[in-house]
Each structure stands twice: as structure tokens, then as C-alpha cells.
């Protein structure tokens, strides 16, 4: 199950992430999420959209920090976030998804997309649209929209965002009211 994640500050991002994984924490991978210090807990969420359950469960099986960070290089996991500067990761986790960013970015930034489509007439050799849902929130934080989020009642504004990669990279974002 995804958290949804709030795309104002990393640190307004970090204790919604909190308080959202200590509310879920009937899942025994959602108690050993809050257990997670800063750091891991910002890379766990950027990668973790390369994870099945599986692959959730055997991460979480490694008792210290060394071995998670350990068993995320086996997996060829560690670079996909660690290729980037520290600033470049922070945007990431803050979902500051920008125009010239890679599909993995986004991915890392806003997780897998509800939809995805071909837009034809695109400028590109290889084009793909994909399609998130948000929600504004009273305080004017934004939520990525996850399906059975118990948040969604307190939306002020729900909205989508389709995002045109362009060979690989993000080449538009165009904003839409309603879902």
C-alpha cells in the first residue's frame, strides 16, 4: 500500500509519511516504516515504486539500516536515487517534479501513475502520457491521490496532472480540474 505524499516541503512530507504509516500500522511493513530514520525513510520511498510485496517484505527482513542499504545495491535499487545530487534527491522526495527531470525521477517523485496513454502528434520518437491525481488540502498542501485514501474527504480541490515524457524525459505537465 502507498502513502499518499505531500508535495509542499520535505518536511511537512516526512511527518504526513509518518503519521500516515503509524495510522496504517496494521501492516506489518507499514510498523517497520516509521521505525526507518530520515534518510532511509526518503530513499525507501523513492525506490520503493520498484518493489513488488515481495520484494517489500525481503527488504524489511534485514534488521539494521547497513543490511536494507545492503540488500538495495544487490538489487540494483541504491543508484536509481544515490545517482543524484542532494538537492536533486530533495526535490524528488518534496514531489517537485519538473519539465528536463527522467521518467525514473518522476516515478521516485509521484510513484506509478493511474493511468498511461500514447498521445499522438507529439515531437518525439517515443511519447507516453501519464496521468496522477491530487488533492489540495484545506492548508493548501497537495497530496498525490492514492485509491482508499482515507484523505480524500478533506479535500479542498481534487485535480489531475498528465505528465508528457518526451524520449524519457519529461517534456510537459498540464494541470486539469476534476479527476
Known sequence: MRVARVLTSPRAAVSVLLGASLALSGCSIDRKVKKLDNEEFKHYYALKVWMDPGEKKAYFKNKTREERDAWLKEQGLWD???????????????????????????????????????????????SVMFLYRFEETQDGGVLVWEPGSKTEYQAARL?????????????????????
Open 80 to 126: 536509481k536515487f544515490y545517482q543524484y545530487e542532494p538537492h536533486i534527491r530533495e526535490q524528488i522526495y518534496g514531489g517537485e517534479v519538473q519539465i528536463g527531470w527522467t521518467r525514473d525521477m518522476l516515478l521516485m517523485a509521484w510513484g506509478k501513475p493511474v493511468d498511461r496513454g500514447r498521445p499522438a502528434g507529439r515531437n518525439a520518437q517515443r
Open 159 to 179: 485535480f489531475r496532472r498528465e505528465v508528457y515524457i518526451d524520449d524519457g524525459v519529461v517534456a510537459e505537465i498540464r494541470d486539469k480540474n476534476g479527476f
